[in-house]
Each structure stands twice: as C-alpha cells, then as structure tokens.
C-alpha cells in the first residue's frame, strides 16, 4: 500500500451515512425525548430502549433461568401445574421466593400462570424438557460468569488462566496429549449431553449412507457417530481424539454394540497424523476452539488423511449467522476469549482457511437452526 493511499480519506458509503445520522440524533436527548412522544417514531424508540434494556439486564435474565434449572422447575411443572403453595415446599422455597422467582420466570416465557392461578411451562422452559443438554450447558455457564466479572481486566491480560480455561483442560495445556481422565470427564459429559441436539441438525443436512467409512476428529465419547451410526447402518466409524477421550469412547461403543463397527484412535492432533482410511471426515464443534495456527495445520492433516475425492463435513456455530448476530461475535467470542484459545469465525473464513489447506471446492449445507450448527462440506481435488 503506498503512502497516498494510507492517507486518502476512507470511502463512506450512503448506508454508513446514514447509520450516522440515525446514531447522531438517538444521541440527543432532545431528540429521544420528541421520538418517544411522536407516534410515528414511538414504536422504534420503544424498540430501541427495550434492546438496550434486555443488554442491561442480561445477566438477571440468566440466573433466573440458572435458579430454574438448579430447582428442577421445569421437570417439576412438567409432570402437572402447582399453585404456589404447592411448589414451595418442592423448591425448598418460601411461598414468597417461590412467587418471585416464578414470576420473573414467566415474564421470560419460562413459565406461565394459568387462569386458575397454577403455574405451568411456558413456551421456553417446554423446549427445555427433554433436552438435558441446555440444562447442562446453563449450569456450566456459573464458571463463564465468574471469569467475566471483571470483562475490561480479562480483555487485558494475557489469555488463559480462566476457571473455564481449565475446564476445557486441552486449551492451555502444552501437551495435550498427557491431560489425564479426570480433567476430560466434566467437558466431555457435557459435549454428549448437548450433542444430540446438534447431530439433529447435522444429519437433517447430509446423507451419511453415500459414504463408506467416517472419521470424526474430536469426536468426544462418540455420541455424535452413535446419532450417525442409527441413520447409516452400513457405515463404519472412526473416531480420533485426546488419548484419555477415546479410552471413554471405546468403553461407550463397546456398551452400545458398536465395539466391531467403530475403531477409536487416541492422539494429539497438534502433533500427530490422522488415521488414514476413511472417505469422509467429521469436525464438528472443534474448529472454533482453536487459534488460526492450530486450526489450518489441523484442517491440512485432515485433507493429508482423505482420499482424492474424499470429503470433510464441518460443522459448528459460526459468527455473521443472520438473525444470531450475538451468537457469535458477543456469545462464543467473550466464551473462546475466556477460554484461552480460538475465535468463532465466519463461513467464509472457513471456506478461506478450507482454500489454504487444499480443499477445492466448498459449499454451505443448510441446517434447519443455524443459531445451535452450520455446516460446510468441502472435497479433497483429483
Ligand atoms: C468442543 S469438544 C467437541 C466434541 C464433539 N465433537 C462434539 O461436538 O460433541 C472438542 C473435542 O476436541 C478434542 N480435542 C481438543 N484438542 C485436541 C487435540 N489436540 N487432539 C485431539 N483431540 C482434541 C477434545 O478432547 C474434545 O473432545
């Protein structure tokens, strides 16, 4: 870049302008006082200072949800409706506290009042039943909370030493290959329970059975090839991950009847070549994890495993997802920067990184929640 074009004033577009104007007047109190009161602004200011409001009020919003599930709120109404003096005694709560708490429940939608006064699920705490993997991940969120009491002090210090950073005891760790069982349990208990909402969506988007053997790299204590196994009968499983992960895999597809149709490898992907042999490989919630360096050396031993003409299916949450903006600038960007390791990237810094490693093409699956799980697919060239 020569020196000129450092100093040419930066192009400002129409909507950039815009933006400006609109931002510049919201910052008027005058203004805000007249489009709260007119009705032809009142709608978009009411809007504004609701969003602003739930920013605010985040937190609040969270730990009602962590008490919830902490007293089994949701299993308790959802074997039948209780008036208030019934739950108390079930939560272990004054009639007072029970009321609060399942009144700020219900203004979430996590519970609701009936007509004759009972409490019953609302429509967010039913999508909880049932799926003991957002319980699981809410509970957990207690350590990511705790590391984020002071944001400005961890923006500034070095990464790692978080109480998350050594729950996912592989992100710090200078041989990961060495964590022992008994720092991988908590992180893999918790990957399983939340796993079955997301090889729903994985397998909603791609027909396994076209396939003969597959590899999932970090595949974790195997429940997402289990989810694949049941759909692709024919299809023999492979799975790599961290030595003393895989010992738990091979127990769990020894209990699940899978001992003969799933070959488990124990290794550093850091370090070590991928076990070669399948025509497909699986990465699904790992990618993000990892910082660029790690991520592109781990996405070129996977090409250097995979046949020509061979395919990667990768899979997670990704950052610029339309209608989940916050999912994955604000969420997984402060959860990975608390973490110690790793970014959520966008589809097209995948599909860039993918570029780099020696994929040719690749193409965006659709799945039917891109908030939990996208999808790319990408292929070894002839
Ligand atoms: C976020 S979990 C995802 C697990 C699983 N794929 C899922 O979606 O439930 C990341 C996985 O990658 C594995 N992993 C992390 N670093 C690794 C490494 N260097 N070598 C092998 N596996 C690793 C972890 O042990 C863990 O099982």
């Known amino acids: 870049m020569s020196g000129a074009d450092t100093l040419a004033a930066p192009q400002v577009s129409l909507l950039d302008r815009f933006r400006a104007f609109r931002e510049g007047m919201a910052a008027k109190p005058g203004f805000r006082r007249w489009a709260a009161r007119f009705p032809l602004t009142r709608p978009f200011a009411r809007r504004r200072a609701r969003a602003l409001f739930d920013i605010c009020a985040g937190f609040v919003y969270t730990q009602v949800l962590l008490a919830c ?106 041989q990961p290959g060495s964590v022992s069982a008994d720092r991988i349990r908590d992180y893999t208990a918790l990957m399983a329970a939340s796993q079955p909402m997301v090889a729903e969506e994985v397998l909603a988007s791609y027909r396994f059975d076209r396939h003969v053997r597959v590899l999932d790299v970090g595949g974790g204590n195997g429940a997402f090839l289990r989810a694949v196994a049941a759909e692709a009968p024919r299809l023999e499983l492979m799975l790599f991950d961290l030595p003393a992960v895989a010992e738990e895999a091979r127990a769990r597809f020894a209990a699940a009847g899978l001992g003969g149709r799933a070959f488990v490898h124990g290794g550093d992907f850091t370090q070590d070549e991928l076990p070669r042999g399948a025509d497909l490989v699986t990465l ?99």
Request: hydrophobic residues 50%.
């Open 69 to 174: 599930v902490q007293l089994r709120v949701f299993a308790i109404l959802s074997e039948a409706p209780l008036t208030t003096a019934r739950l108390a005694p079930r939560l272990s709560l004054s009639i007072e506290a029970t009321e609060r708490l399942m009144a700020a429940a219900a203004a979430l939608q996590l519970t609701a009042r009936r007509g004759d006064g009972a409490w019953t699920l609302g429509q967010l705490g039913a999508a909880m039943i049932g799926n003991d993997g957002i319980a699981a991940m809410v509970e957990h969120h207690a350590m990511l909370y705790a590391d984020l009491t002071d944001p400005v002090a961890m923006l500034r210090r070095p990464r790692g030493g978080n109480a998350l950073s050594d729950y996912w005891a592989y992100s710090g760790a200078e």
């Open 284 to 382: 699904v919630r790992v990618l993000h994890d990892h910082d660029d360096d790690v991520a592109l050396s781990l996405l070129r031993r996977i090409r250097a495993a995979l046949p020509v003409g061979g395919a990667l299916l990768l899979a997670e949450p990704m950052a610029g997802t339309s209608g989940a903006e916050p999912m994955g600038e604000a969420y997984f960007g402060f959860y990975l920067l608390a973490m110690g390791r790793g970014r959520p990237r966008t589809p097209e810094e995948i599909r860039t990184m993918l570029l780099a490693a020696g994929f040719s093409e690749s193409r965006m699956l659709s799945t039917p929640t891109p908030l939990l799980t996208r999808a790319v697919l990408a292929r070894v060239p002839a």
